[in-house]
Antibody
Framework: EVKLLESGGGLVQPGGSLKLSCAAS????????MSWVRQAPGKGLEWIGE????????NYTPSLKDKFIISRDNAKNTLYLQMSKVRSEDTALYYC?????????????WGQGTSVTVSS | DIVLTQSPASLAVSLGQRATISCRAS??????????MHWYQQKPGQPPKLLIK???NLESGVPARFSGSGSGTDFTLNIHPVEEEDTATYYC?????????FGAGTKLELK
């Protein structure tokens, strides 16, 4: 059974940093593109970025490219999102999602999300 | 960026009737073989769930009352007959280019 479990969320002060993790199981993590998607309270879905299986290609939505860094450790079956210079607008539920073995696939599995609150 | 415009923003449908949700892309997301448009369902407190991939391909385990159609810039999600459990917000998403984007969502309620 495919499972994605996010962790690392919490309360962070404006301007601070936070690193989220997504532990994957039930599939060959090292073969799949992975994405991060966030959802502000009561709002829609916003794609943050994606990473390919060997980390040689990482794509971001332009507005977040200078704030967030996506990485992965295939040996640990874990995806990461390093957040920096956070602002109140970054308050959201952060999901990791599995894409496919090539770019352009739909996101077929999602975690339950980890909540990030930016506040002083 | 490709902008996905969903309509309506909300709709109320009676049990057993048809729900139709539209998604219009600001540019084509189709080749002669594939349309890079996908549909998701999200219920309150839950992550999105993939319903339809590549415009018209039903994801495994999704009931056949869900169907998708369209190509180029115009896409449609149909639900017929609507059941109580279909109350949710529905999103379209393209994977044509970077950045990936989602539509703003359509909230489906029962009359």
């Amino acid at each position: 059974e495919v499972k994605l479990l996010e962790s690392g969320g919490g309360l962070v002060q404006p301007g601070g940093s936070l690193k989220l993790s997504c532990a994957a199981s039930g599939f060959d993590f090292s073969r799949y593109w992975m994405s991060w998607v966030r959802q502000a309270p009561g709002k829609g879905l916003e794609w943050i970025g994606e990473i390919n299986p060997d980390s040689s290609t990482i794509n971001y939505t332009p507005s977040l490219k200078d704030k967030f860094i996506i990485s992965r450790d295939n040996a640990k079956n874990t995806l990461y999102l390093q957040m920096s210079k956070v602002r109140s607008e970054d308050t959201a539920l952060y999901y990791c999602a599995r894409e496919g073995v090539r770019r352009g696939y739909a996101m077929d599995y999602w975690g339950q999300g980890t909540s990030v609150t930016v506040s002083s | 960026d490709i902008v996905l415009t969903q309509s309506p923003a909300s709709l109320a449908v009676s049990l057993g009737q048809r729900a139709t949700i539209s998604c219009r892309a600001s540019q084509s997301v189709s080749t002669s073989s594939y349309s890079y448009m996908h549909w998701y369902q999200q219920k309150p407190g839950q992550p999105p769930k993939l319903l339809i991939k590549y415009a018209s391909n039903l994801e495994s385990g999704v009931p056949a009352r869900f169907s998708g159609s369209g190509s180029g810039t115009d896409f449609t999600l149909n639900i017929h007959p609507v059941e109580e459990e279909d109350t949710a917000t529905y999103y379209c998403q393209h994977s044509w280019e970077i950045p990936l984007t989602f539509g703003a969502g359509t909230k489906l309620e029962l009359k």
